[in-house]
């Protein structure tokens, strides 16, 4: 789903098949909350930092401080700095946005929390990371507003939202009741001409019970989500764990996901569509969605499926299906899925040559439209 206004709609292709069947920066100073090397992957040195609460924040819970954090992002220079955030719960309107810049580490204590001002808007961000390079964002808590929420439609009500951006690393952070989607990575600009985010990593991020999807990528060329959680999306269609969909705007390419769970979402764990390549998920766990456990459809191509364990989701845990092509699909265990669909347990038997003499139709499925798929050492 695209961020900006001309891409709003999903297509009704798509829903109509879900009804039927997601470095090196320049070296900036940390704060007292720095996590070890080892963990961060960062360098210490010079570089100025502001901590929020000079700059007037009260983390308090009542008051807005969206000012004080604009004016502490604007005090650091070109060259570089870090903004760091004290514990506190830190009240954020996210109809104006905490609107990061190049160059700079948003370091969060871990017990701080920014909490989204209830609006009635379609459309708001609690972070935007847009047209920058060379940021880090570490630390803390998003809560959307998706319980207060005034309005009845939309649905893009980001906690984070990454566009047209290079070299922005993501971490440690708890991301939770968006009005759209937990985290958003993609591009600015029109179909087929946008600018893409490239070199964006998410690494030990939790988004979960967002209204709309965990988090969803759209334009991008270098993406790696690793060691993440995306859980418990519902609320409006597709309620999946992770999206990948960057429609006709542009091309998704080399997107790694690794060792995340994708659990108990009221879609599907995870979609890809069309426009998206070379894509590899390995070592994760696709658990409990009511929809598919992993499903492809329209045309992507080069996949990788690898050592992930697909159980308990309400339709087939791995589905290939549209025009996808050239798909490896090896050392996956799939067991216990179309819980849904328990009945057809006893028909799901089938040939292959995959070298699986009996795969079950309940844990996988591949479509006719399908080519190049090798499937081997797939345990059920």
Not at 42 to 49: A, I
Not at 55 to 73: L, V
Not at 170 to 177: A, E, L
Not at 217 to 223: M, N, Q, Y
Request: charged share 15%.
């Amino acid at each position: 789903m695209k961020s900006n206004s001309s891409f709003d709609l999903v297509s009704s292709e798509r829903r109509n098949f879900l009804r039927c069947s997601l470095w090196a920066l320049p070296p900036i100073a940390l704060s007292a909350w720095a996590l070890p090397r080892t963990t961060w992957g960062w360098q210490s040195t010079s570089g100025p930092v502001i901590n929020v609460r000079d700059k007037g924040a009260k983390g308090d819970g009542t008051t807005d401080d969206t000012s004080a954090f604009k004016a502490a992002i604007e005090a650091l220079p070109s060259s570089g700095g870090t903004v760091s955030v004290p514990p506190g719960n830190y009240i954020i309107d996210a109809m104006r946005a905490i609107n990061l810049r190049s160059n700079m580490l948003f370091q969060l204590a871990p017990t701080a929390t920014l909490t989204a001002i209830p609006n009635n808007s379609p459309r708001s961000h609690v972070i935007k990371v847009w047209n920058c390079t060379n940021v880090r964002i570490t630390g803390g808590r998003i809560v959307g507003e998706r319980n207060a929420h005034s309005g009845v439609g939309g649905e893009w009500g980001y906690g984070l939202n990454i566009q047209a951006s290079n070299h922005v690393y993501v971490s440690n952070m708890h991301i939770s009741d968006c009005w759209g989607d937990g985290i958003w990575i993609g591009a600015i600009g029109p179909d087929h001409n946008a600018t893409p985010s490239t070199d964006v990593t998410i690494d030990n991020v939790i988004s979960i019970n967002n209204r709309r999807q965990g988090l969803s990528i759209g334009p991008v060329d270098g993406v790696v989500i690793k060691n993440s959680t995306f859980s418990g999306s519902n609320g409006t269609k597709p309620e999946s764990g992770i999206d990948i969909e960057p429609q006709a705007q542009g091309f998704a390419r080399n997107i790694t996901i690794d060792t995340c769970t994708i659990s108990n979402n009221h879609g599907t764990g995870m979609e890809i569509h069309y426009n998206v390549s070379g894509v590899t998920i390995k070592n994760c766990t696709f658990q409990g969605n009511a929809g598919y456990g992993l499903m492809t459809a329209d045309n992507p191509s080069q996949l990788t499926i690898t050592n992930n364990t697909f159980t308990g989701n309400g339709l087939v845990g791995l589905t290939i299906a549209g025009q996808t092509s050239h798909v490896q699909a090896t050392g996956n265990t799939l067991t216990g899925n179309s819980t849904r669909y328990v009945h057809n347990a006893a028909k799901a038997l089938t040939s292959s040559s995959s070298g699986n003499p009996a795969q079950h139709k309940t844990d996988l499925r591949v479509d006719p439209g399908t080519s190049d798929v090798n499937l081997s050492n797939n345990k059920f």
